[in-house]
């Protein structure tokens, strides 16, 4: 079984669409957690960190259950320019250092 | 600031020729790791450095070699190249970690390496 697990989509959605990506983590003992952006052949970027309170930035909402290990994106009002593979990312802490544990990512299609 | 940056963005080789990857960062960040990204699989961590003279293992470390020498450059051998080992590399820097904070890690745009 994998560390992270996510739908991998592709989500297709017209703009003005709301959309979720849902992400599940199996080591209980991760303390950080992330959404990671990847435009098509290039390199993931952060997009916003996620705490247990639920956290938002402008369109995105992001929201972790610890008791369920599980993690949540909610895009709001999508735009093309959201068309995108979106990564859920946790910390695992070993030879002193956390390090990021990456899903595969789900693929989103914002069309006209 | 340039950040991170990565040559070649393409390779081929052939399989059992050796190759570095040539990594450089240039915001003083102590972390720098190695990650290869594969279809329908998350990045996975190959190599990390937590500073100049200082690298470990990760995930997937069989079949290739790092070192630090200095804190802007860290580079990836592929010993013998192998089919297995056709994938896009990453390279990303950071903060160094301590403890259980963490700092935002920086990619660089990634290599496409083609073992045939």
């Known amino acids: 079984r994998k560390e992270v697990e996510q739908d991998p989509g592709p989500f297709n959605v017209p703009e003005g669409a709301t959309v979720a990506f849902n992400c599940t983590y199996s080591?209980?003992?991760?303390?950080?957690f992330f959404w990671y952006r990847q435009d098509c052949r290039k390199e993931p970027k952060l997009l916003m960190s996620?705490?247990?309170s639920g956290n938002e930035d402008g369109r995105f909402t992001a929201q972790l259950n610890r008791a369920s290990q599980y993690i949540s994106l909610l895009i709001r009002d999508s735009k093309l320019s959201d068309s995108a593979t979106y990564l859920c990312v946790v910390t695992r802490f070993s030879g002193g250092y956390n390090k990021l544990i990456f899903g595969a990512g789900t693929r989103l299609a914002v069309h006209p | 600031n340039a950040g991170v940056t990565q040559t070649p963005k393409f390779q081929v080789l052939k399989t059992g020729q050796s190759m570095t990857l040539q990594c450089a960062q240039d915001m003083n960040h102590e972390y720098m790791s190695w990650y290869r990204q594969d279809p329908g699989m998350g990045l996975r961590l190959i190599h990390y450095s937590v500073g100049a003279g200082i690298t470990d293992q990760g995930e997937v470390p069989n079949g290739y070699n790092v070192s630090r020498s200095t804190t802007e450059d860290f580079p990836l051998r592929l010993l013998s190249a192998a089919p297995s080992q056709t994938s896009v590399y990453f390279c990303?820097?950071?903060?160094?970690?301590?403890?259980?904070?963490?700092?935002?890690?920086?990619f660089g745009p990634g290599t496409r390496l083609t073992v045939l």
């Open positions: 080591n209980s003992a991760s303390q950080s």
């Open positions: 996620v705490y247990s």
């Open positions: 990303a820097s950071s903060y160094r970690e301590r403890g259980s904070s963490y700092n935002e890690q920086f």
